[in-house]
């Protein structure tokens, strides 16, 4: 399947899970990937397994200096961008009477700032038939106890995509969101143990946690020709977790 054969595509968080993930699906697909995010050793390893249509830029997406390097990279190799996948995200849990101002800074400048600026710095190399992927979370639709930040933060990128699809009105460039639930990446297994992996994934009604090239099949179909007429759209990979 070539869906995205000759595409250029930027993906921020690209380095494990998800993004990782999705650069593989793409690159699979014909694509031609650029990586981005702030371990430079993680992108060393990511663009070893990915190959020679794989390049990584060291960064942060809340950071516009940063960014501007990212982007004045894809045009000097390839001149133009057609998929950005923002995927870069960040959270942690502190509830309600212990929520400090680093700890929504933390977030917010990540998954909301960050996705703000991954986008619109983006767009001038972009033109008809590009596609916008934003990553949102269950938890902004769900509520979860000490998620109050995160939960808003991803609650937010849903809007701006809905807002986005009105502002890209006649450029020919859609915008949608993809939502996961519980996902097996090498974070989640680190931080929940075998114990909490089973617990999260007793959480959905397929009982089990997806693969991260679960995801990344998702983000290649919103990234390709066939998801053509959808823009402002989510679509949830989460086993039914905040559907049901």
Known sequence: ???????????????????????????????????????????DAAVAELGPNARAVQGSVADLADLDRLYAAVKAERGSLDIVFANA???????????????????????????????????????RGGSII????????????????????????????????????GTGIRVNVLTPGSIATELAREALGEEGMKAFAAMNPLQRMADPSEAGAVAAFLASPDSSFMTGSEVAVDGGLAQV
């Not at 380095?15 to 694509?31: D, H, Q, Y």
């Not at 600026?117 to 001038?124: G, K, R, Y």
């Not at 938890?139 to 009105?166: D, H, M, Q």
């Open 134 to 169: 934003l990553t949102g979370s269950s938890a902004g639709t769900t509520g979860a106890p000490a998620f109050g930040a995160y939960g808003a933060s991803k609650a937010a990128v849903r809007n701006l995509a809905r807002s986005w699809a009105e502002d890209l009105k």
């Open 1 to 43: 399947m070539n869906r995205l054969n000759g595409k250029t595509a930027v993906i921020t968080g690209g380095a494990t899970g998800i993004g990782l993930a999705a650069a593989k699906r793409f690159i699979e697909e014909g694509a031609f990937v650029f990586i981005f995010g702030r371990r430079q050793d993680a992108l």
């Open 89 to 127: 995200g960040a959270g942690s849990q502190l509830a309600l009477g212990k929520i400090t101002a680093e700890h929504i800074d933390d977030i917010f400048d990540t998954n909301v700032k960050g996705t703000i600026f991954t986008v619109q710095q983006a767009l001038p190399l972009m033109g």
